[in-house]
């Protein structure tokens, strides 16, 4: 098989693939849709030669395949989202869309409130909620609970920090409500990275093995508090 007709067979599969699939795929999954079909009973020798497809090939396919659809202009368009490949038509149809469907195609949008706690979540993850405070100057148990109800914001581990809070990030679905590739897509926001946040001070504990504080800065501690006791015993 020439290299330029795989090229070619291999965009028109997985265009094929991409049309005709209920949900975006990744490249992952388009690889497994290749293994799969070389190893079919039925499978010829084009099957068997894609199944060898590396996936740094299928993405550079993609991305020519998303450019040269871009380039004909048409309705619809072929985007990955949340590391996911799907067509999507042009916003442009938007309105005609929402009446052949007849329901909204996103939900409610979000009150301004909860975009402002999403979008320092977006771009200081991971943070607690107390730094989220610091940097709204209001609480925000409300607007937290809206934005993880909805699946946008999730707990991702906890703070090395005094009483380990809980920190949060944004998820997949975050990256698919607002149409991103991924995080690094998120739009400059300097001076929103730059607000300072006062950290709550570490842990300490007297056991070399846990301690976060180094092991002779604790010893050292100790020898002056017992130095400082003993001297208020002496007369």
Same mark, same amino acid.
């Given at each position: 098989?020439?290299?330029?007709?795989?090229?070619?067979?291999?965009?028109?599969?997985?265009?094929?693939?991409?049309?005709?699939?209920?949900?975006?795929?990744?490249?992952?999954?388009?690889?497994?849709?290749?293994?799969?079909?070389?190893?079919?009973?039925?499978?010829?020798?084009?099957?068997?030669?894609?199944?060898?497809?590396?996936?740094?090939?299928?993405?550079?396919?993609?991305?020519?395949?998303?450019?040269?659809?871009?380039?004909?202009?048409?309705?619809?368009?072929?985007?990955?989202?949340?590391?996911?490949?799907?067509?999507?038509?042009?916003?442009?149809?938007?309105?005609?869309?929402?009446?052949?469907?007849?329901?909204?195609?996103?939900?409610?949008?979000?009150?301004?409130?909860?975009?402002?706690?999403?979008?320092?979540?977006?771009?200081?993850?991971?943070?607690? =909620?107390?730094? %989220? +405070?610091?940097?709204?100057?209001?609480? *925000?148990? @409300?607007?937290? &609970? /809206?934005?993880?109800? =909805?699946?946008? %914001? +999730?707990?991702?581990?906890?703070?090395? *920090?005094? @009483?380990?809070? &809980? /920190?949060?990030?944004?998820?997949?679905?975050?990256?698919?409500?607002?149409?991103?590739?991924?995080?690094?897509?998120?739009?400059?926001?300097?001076?929103?990275?730059?607000?300072?946040?006062?950290?709550?001070?570490?842990?300490?504990?007297?056991?070399?093995?846990?301690?976060?504080?180094?092991?002779?800065?604790?010893?050292?501690?100790?020898?002056?508090?017992?130095?400082?006791?003993?001297?208020?015993?002496?007369?």
């Amino acid at each position: 098989m020439g290299v330029i007709k795989s090229i070619m067979e291999l965009k028109f599969i997985l265009e094929s693939l991409l049309f005709s699939a209920q949900k975006p795929l990744s490249v992952k999954e388009l690889r497994d849709v290749l293994t799969g079909a070389a190893e079919a009973e039925d499978a010829d020798a084009t099957a068997k030669a894609l199944a060898k497809t590396r996936e740094s090939e299928l993405a550079a396919a993609l991305e020519q395949l998303a450019h040269e659809h871009e380039t004909a202009a048409r309705s619809y368009r072929l985007a990955c989202v949340a590391g996911s490949w799907q067509f999507v038509t042009q916003p442009e149809f938007s309105q005609w869309l929402r009446a052949l469907v007849g329901v909204k195609i996103r939900p409610s949008r979000l009150s301004q409130p909860a975009l402002e706690t999403l979008a320092i979540i977006a771009y200081r993850q991971p943070i607690t =909620r107390a730094e %989220v +405070e610091q940097i709204r100057g209001v609480n *925000v148990d @409300g607007t937290m &609970q /809206t934005i993880m109800e =909805r699946g946008l %914001v +999730e707990s991702v581990g906890r703070a090395e *920090v005094v @009483g380990r809070p &809980q /920190t949060y990030g944004t998820t997949a679905l975050f990256l698919e409500y607002f149409g991103l590739r991924g995080l690094e897509d998120l739009p400059a926001a300097d001076e929103l990275r730059r607000i300072p946040v006062e950290k709550p001070p570490v842990p300490v504990t007297v056991d070399p093995g846990l301690a976060t504080t180094p092991p002779e800065q604790l010893k050292l501690e100790e020898t002056n508090k017992a130095e400082s006791a003993e001297q208020k015993k002496t007369p």
